[in-house]
């Protein structure tokens, strides 16, 4: 990796004020998970065959390759956060990196990202926008659950009428009731 | 200025807005991405059915694409086992994806109502190619089958089975064919063209109009008779080789479908074949007719999981 | 000048009043479905192909060329409004525009997008009206080794978007590249990394991932970290609207992305992806500013022309030859198709007021759109000021709404899901995110070409380098990678 780092120099990590007094973090366990990640693609890429008779690269060869370099990039990684390497979260207008995890906010957005697989299928567009939309909302500190819920709701009303009108399928609008 | 044509906007939105009011009555399964042949063929079908007055309620068209239809299939098991009203667009390449992706699902299963279409299958080299017949290009093949690539349509496919089917008249190792899948038609004929290619096949429509224009030649057809549109190309039957294969397409009712319902949808799909809303379809496509309904139709299928199989194993890509 | 007389007959049958106005309804539909996240103008033109079945076909298409140039404004919006790009095009439009919008520049940025669009659009038109044929060449001229060399010369825009680590920027490439080995192997037909199940036979949907890093990685960072302190984001700060100084630094990369797009749009396979990607890294190596990354002009105008020349160049062999290179133009076919049209160059001959409608209605659909979208610049870059809390949970809505009606399958949703939560983690880390979509669209594509070179070849890896254009894309990649520390060495040394 070394030899490709040619670059990296000129954008040297910048210091920011009031970060170096909170630990910094060492997220071993993603190196951790890099290399199970490439256990996993080296195991099923090694499954298929590595040649073929007449492209030379079989089906399983690039799976493994790719498997393999994302063993060697945890190592990598753990290494370097064993020396030291900074991990700054991403500058962003709507977060503040230097603030601590909101735990609970968090994990109400969670909630709303993972809520569709279960309910678009079940609940339909409307109710599942109504209740994603509430629980953004609240997870960034709207208290108006009843307007938030009811405009989520129209969003998604609005939505499904129109572009189920152009050709679109968004299931059926509310499934709970058969229609 | 045409009153007409200013009103025909109005109108078209005006029937935009109404038409998703309407009632759906039957789900109709397409397994494949919206403007695909798996597409239109379920879409045209029932356009028609509506034009002739044959059936004119609701459809609920479905697109759950992928993996030669068994994505959509699975699903249409899923959710569609024991329903009236439920039906699936399939077609050729199903039958092979269904053994090379080790795919739950069995034809068998699934209550066959029509076989609606084919297309055949042309072989076409480069305009400058120096084999200007099927045999000069088998005798090639059987000589170095490496430094001659063949492509077509993807891995197991209709169009990889055509070769091997080829290969096997030919007595040549269909193992040792450089067959290299490509991802359209389209790129298909540029691969000929340019040479990468020594051979290729295709869906007829998709290589008459550049065998017009000159840059390929057609040296074979994989139909029974000669084809109108091609009236000096051979069929591989004609060359020496006891091939005939159609990429065909059909329609399928859920498993267990109730029996009453299932014969009706048998009979709606016979008037639609003889209808000339129907004919028109087929005419404006370039599909051929390839009609078949119920029963024979379910024979049909099992006879082609049959050959499609055994060619697949002989040809190394499942065991 | 026989082609220019075709051209006036053309734009008589597309500036008739009633033609004008399904150009304007195509323009405004394929604006609204292009907004859609995932729902890029291919699905959109096939989702529209039922209801124009009562349409004449010079109308239809007229009315397509409005949709196809409207769902690309659509997209770009988005991209550059809510950092959520809809479809892989308008994947580099999103790096830079969103920073301008958040810096208060959102104007500005559609303004560069719109007018870049319109200019690059106009330009391909023309090359489209009097250079198609030549052009339509190069499909069969080029071959497998040269596609790969393409494919590994727009590996090299992973360069310019690594961020501070060499590591993680590796990192997030090559999670790209193994979502991209999931599904079915094309050349075998195998299985690959689909753990037995059926969703992932049809592999990891790129627009769900694209749709998911940017949109659902953002909402879940900014939820763990609100700023909760209102009014951090302004939508216009400053200079309003687009000045001299945005054009004067604008209209060299809208050129220059053109002159990428048009003649890449042409070629099989390599869609707007690589042309786009191509001008962002361009533009970045040629900048001399260091706001790239920050929210630089340049990164928006070149791939945004080069988005659009590439529209117009994927005609260029639908019209001519009657090949479809690319999904949109395989769509544009099958409409042709259902009117018994045969695209290729017996139409120019048969149906002359047609295809000429068509071209002259491109520059009618460019010109409806840019007179569309500047004034309503103004209204879009008010989504804005639209609270954060309702603005998020609106993007996680339409980010749905996007998936959800692309495939109806659940498993995407899960995906979609699954690597939100990967993009959360990559921010909170910084580890850059577009490297991952990188390998993700171009690992694939240089696989398949690789293989497919070698098998022509027998597997003799020579014939990678075996063309003149292979070698010379091959030997331009060396360079880029070598050139830099060389040069830094010397200067060194001196």
């Known amino acids: 990796m070394r030899a490709l780092s040619t670059e990296s120099a000129k954008t040297d990590l910048p210091l920011e004020e009031g970060s170096g007094q909170t630990a910094a973090p060492r997220p071993f366990w993603i ?149 | 200025m045409n009153f007409a044509k200013i009103i025909a906007p109005v109108l078209f939105g005006a029937a935009l807005a109404v038409s998703g009011a309407a009632q759906a009555q039957v789900n109709v399964m397409l397994p494949a991405g919206p403007g695909g042949g798996w597409d239109s063929t379920g879409r045209q079908a029932f356009q028609a059915m509506n034009d002739a007055g044959i059936y004119t309620g609701g459809v609920n068209f479905t697109n759950t694409g992928g993996a030669g239809g068994t994505i959509g299939l699975a699903e249409f098991l899923g959710t569609s086992t024991g329903q009236p009203d439920a ?92 067959y290299i899948p490509q991802t359209s038609g389209a790129e298909t004929v540029t691969a000929i063209v340019n040479g990468t290619l020594t051979a290729g096949i295709s869906g007829t429509s998709e290589f008459n109009q550049f065998a017009e224009q000159g840059r390929i030649k057609i040296l074979g057809v994989t139909s029974a008779d000669r084809r109108p549109d091609l009236p000096d190309v051979p069929t591989f039957a004609e060359a020496g080789y006891d091939v005939e294969l159609a990429n065909w397409r059909g329609i399928l009712a859920a498993p267990d479908a109730p029996e009453d319902n299932y014969r009706m949808w048998i009979d709606r799909f016979v008037e639609l074949s003889e209808s000339d809303a129907w004919a028109n379809v087929l005419e404006q496509q370039g599909w051929d007719d390839f009609f078949l309904a119920g029963d024979d139709f379910g024979t049909f299928i099992a006879e082609e999981v049959e050959v499609q199989g055994q060619i697949l194993r002989d040809a190394g890509l499942v065991d | 000048m026989e082609t220019f007389e075709l051209l006036l007959h053309g734009f008589s049958v597309a500036l008739q009043p009633h033609n004008l106005f399904w150009a304007f309804i195509g323009s405004v539909l394929g604006t609204a479905i292009g907004v859609l996240p995932g729902i890029g103008p291919a699905l959109t033109i096939a989702l529209l192909l039922p209801v124009t079945i009562t349409l004449a076909p010079t109308s239809a298409f007229i009315m397509f060329a409005g949709v196809l140039y409207g769902a690309m404004y659509g997209g770009s919006t988005t991209s550059i409004l809510i950092n959520t790009p809809g479809e892989a095009g308008s994947m580099m439009t999103a790096l830079e525009g969103n920073k301008m919008a958040r810096a208060g520049r959102g104007a500005a940025a559609l303004a560069t997008a719109a007018i870049g669009s319109f200019v690059a659009g106009t330009i391909a038109t023309l090359c489209l009206t009097f250079a198609a044929p030549t052009i ?332 003149p254009v292979s070698a010379t894309l091959i030997v331009l990649c060396v360079l880029i990678f070598a050139l830099p520390p060389l040069i830094q060495r010397l200067r060194a040394n001196a």
């Open chain 3, 136 to 467: 339509a060449e190069l499909a069969f001229y080029l071959k497998p080794a040269d596609y790969f060399a393409m494919t590994a010369l727009a590996f090299c825009s992973i360069a310019v978007v690594m961020g501070r680590s060499r590591t993680r920027g590796f990192v997030s490439l090559f999670l790209g590249l193994a979502l991209g080995v999931v599904g079915i192997d094309a050349m075998t037909g195998q299985p690959r990394l689909t753990f037995g199940t059926l969703q992932l036979l049809r592999g990891v949907e790129l627009t769900v991932v694209l749709v998911s890093l940017f949109a659902v990685g953002e909402l879940l960072y900014v939820a763990s970290r609100y700023n909760k302190i209102p009014g951090v984001m302004q939508p216009i700060k400053g200079q309003k609207w687009f000045t001299r100084e945005d054009l004067s630094r604008s209209w060299k990369p809208w050129l220059r992305g053109t002159a990428i797009g048009f003649p890449m749009g042409a070629l099989p396979g390599s869609g707007s992806e690589i042309p786009t990607m191509l001008s962002y890294t361009l533009e970045r190596k040629l900048s001399k500013r260091d706001d790239f990354g920050k929210g630089a002009i340049e990164g928006v105008a070149g791939p945004e022309a080069a988005n659009n020349a590439a529209a117009a160049g994927i005609l260029v062999p639908m019209l001519t030859l009657g090949l479809p290179t690319s999904a949109t133009a395989a769509v544009l076919l099958a409409a042709f198709q259902n009117y018994g049209l045969q695209p290729g160059p017996f139409l120019f001959t048969s149906n002359p007021s047609l295809i000429w409608g068509l071209i002259a209605s491109l520059y009618v659909g460019n010109l409806m759109l840019l007179v569309l979208n500047l004034p309503l610049v103004g209204l879009w870059v008010k989504l804005l000021s639209i609270p954060r809390p309702q603005l998020y949970a609106g993007i996680l809505v339409f980010a749905m709404v996007g998936v959800w009606g692309v495939s109806g399958a659940w498993s995407d949703l899960l995906i979609m899901a699954s690597v939100g939560v990967l993009g959360y983690v990559m921010r909170v880390y910084d580890f850059p995110i577009a490297p991952a979509l990188i390998g993700l669209i171009l690992g694939p594509m240089a696989e398949n070409y690789l293989r497919t070179a070698l098998a022509a070849g027998q597997g003799n890896p020579m014939v990678l380098v075996g063309t």
């Open chain 2, 87 to 178: 039906l699936a667009v399939f077609g050729a390449i199903t039958v092979g994806s269904i053994e090379l992706n080790d795919s739950p699902i069995n034809l068998a299963d699934f209550r066959p109502v029509a076989r609606l279409t084919a297309e055949y299958l042309v072989v076409a080299v480069a305009a400058d190619s120096p084999y200007n017949t099927l045999e000069d290009l088998v005798t090639a093949l059987a000589d170095n089958p490496g430094a001659n690539p063949l492509g077509g349509g993807s891995a197991g496919g209709v169009d990889h089975i055509a070769f091997a089917l080829l290969a096997q008249e030919a007595g040549i190792d269909v193992p040792e064919l450089n």
């Open chain 1, 31 to 179: 190196g951790g998970g890099l290399i199970a990640i490439g256990a996993i693609w080296m195991h099923g890429g090694l499954s298929l065959p590595q040649g073929a008779r007449y492209a030379a690269v079989g089906p399983g060869l690039t799976p493994t390759l790719i498997g393999a370099v994302l063993v060697l990039l945890g190592v990598i990684l753990i290494v370097q956060i064993l020396r030291g390497e900074r991990f700054e979260p991403q500058d962003s207008e709507d977060a503040a990196a230097t603030s601590p995890m909101d735990k609970r906010a968090f994990f109400t957005a969670l909630v709303a990202v993972f809520l569709p697989v279960g309910a678009l299928p079940t609940l339909g567009l409307p109710l599942t926008a109504a209740l994603a939309f509430t629980l953004v909302t609240r997870a960034l500190g709207s208290t108006r659950l009843i307007a938030n819920f009811v405009i989520g709701g129209v969003i998604g009303s609005v939505s499904w009428l129109l572009f189920t009108q152009l050709g679109l399928q968004l299931g059926r609008f509310f499934p709970p009731l058969g229609f």
